[in-house]
């Protein structure tokens, strides 16, 4: 089968599109045709080795442990292993995958896929599984938005902050986005209540009134962060800061963060990620079917493309999730 596959940690010319062997599905995994894969951060981690804290964690110390990239996916159900009591072959599903989604085939624990939402093509669905899970524990899980709270969501036009913006509408708050100027009117199209374009004013413009802020930028002082919060605010740290930090990227800051609170302020500062599964993305499905969120697309590329993929989004200019189409 083809796939895009890097053996060495690089730029996204390191990407190459190779002939692989079709992977093997144990008892519990499901073989996926895939349809449409998702461009996100943790792509590009692994396939530049930064930070570098990536490679002591277990994916590969001079090169990727598994070659082949990718992890969202959205496809049709092409086998399943014996004790596979969810799908059947003909079943069109979304989700995750720990062989790489980069690929005309993929496998995938049963647990980690679910049915794909009917209003959505593939190429929506494969958009949702990581950014939209993210956006959702960091939101509903760690920040406990309520309704009637007012939520900031810094970096709201990416793919994690696109569906925050829709996430924290849907559960009844009051949503500030903050985003370039340029981005504006797409995140006031997604729901925001308001809007702070980062390169003419800060967020601590209206002082501490955020009950929630779901930070994914990762490069603000703590302390200007802080500042537009209540009192007994919660602040949630949602990934950012992988180029930023070469060596520990947006994991030194989680730390540093979450300490610092335990002992010195009275707010509430949280980290989230992404804790794949499938009870999420059914909680998502519905959301999606009610019409509350849909995921919003920046650009598609066939696989072969996966190169100028990676290179848009690293240039950091998307509005929502690049995908790629198999």
Not at 238 to 244: L, S, T, W
Request: aromatic share 6%.
């Amino acid at each position: 089968m083809k796939a895009i596959a890097n053996d060495v940690y690089g730029p996204a010319d390191v990407l190459e599109l190779r002939d692989v062997e079709k992977p093997a599905i144990g008892d519990d995994e499901v073989l996926v045709r895939v349809k449409a894969a998702a461009v996100d951060a943790g792509v590009w981690i692994l396939m530049t080795g930064r930070p570098y804290l990536v490679r002591l964690m277990g994916f590969g110390l001079r090169r990727p442990k598994v070659a082949v990239r990718g992890r969202d996916l959205a496809g049709v159900v092409e086998a399943v292993g014996a004790k596979v009591t969810r799908f059947r072959p003909g079943d069109e599903v979304y989700g995750t995958c720990d062989t790489g989604s980069f690929a005309e085939y993929a496998a995938a624990p049963e647990r980690l896929l679910a049915r794909k939402p009917e209003r959505l093509s593939f190429e929506q669905a494969a958009a949702v599984p990581v950014s939209a899970v993210t956006a959702l524990q960091g939101l509903r899980d760690v920040g406990q938005v309520r309704e009637g709270q007012r939520v900031m969501i810094i970096g709201a036009s990416g793919g994690v902050g696109s569906f925050a913006v829709q996430i924290a509408k849907a559960l009844g708050a009051r949503v500030t986005a903050v985003c370039s100027g340029a981005k504006a009117d797409a995140v006031r199209a997604l729901g925001a209540d308001d809007v702070i374009d980062y390169t003419a004013e800060e967020i601590d413009r209206d002082g501490p009134v955020y009950d929630v802020v779901l930070d994914l930028g990762g490069d603000r002082p703590l302390p200007l962060v802080r500042r537009a919060l209540t009192r007994r605010g919660t602040l949630v740290l949602g990934g950012g800061g992988y180029k930023r930090f070469p060596v520990t990227g947006g994991f030194g800051r989680t730390i540093r963060t979450v300490l610092f609170t335990r002992f010195f302020v009275s707010q509430n500062l949280r980290g989230v990620t992404a804790k794949e599964d499938a009870a999420p993305l059914e909680d998502l499905t519905r959301l999606i079917d009610s019409g509350a969120v849909t995921p919003l697309v920046d650009r598609s590329y066939p696989l072969a493309d996966a190169s100028a993929a990676l290179t848009r989004f690293a240039a950091g200019h998307t509005t929502g999730k690049i995908v790629l189409t198999v």
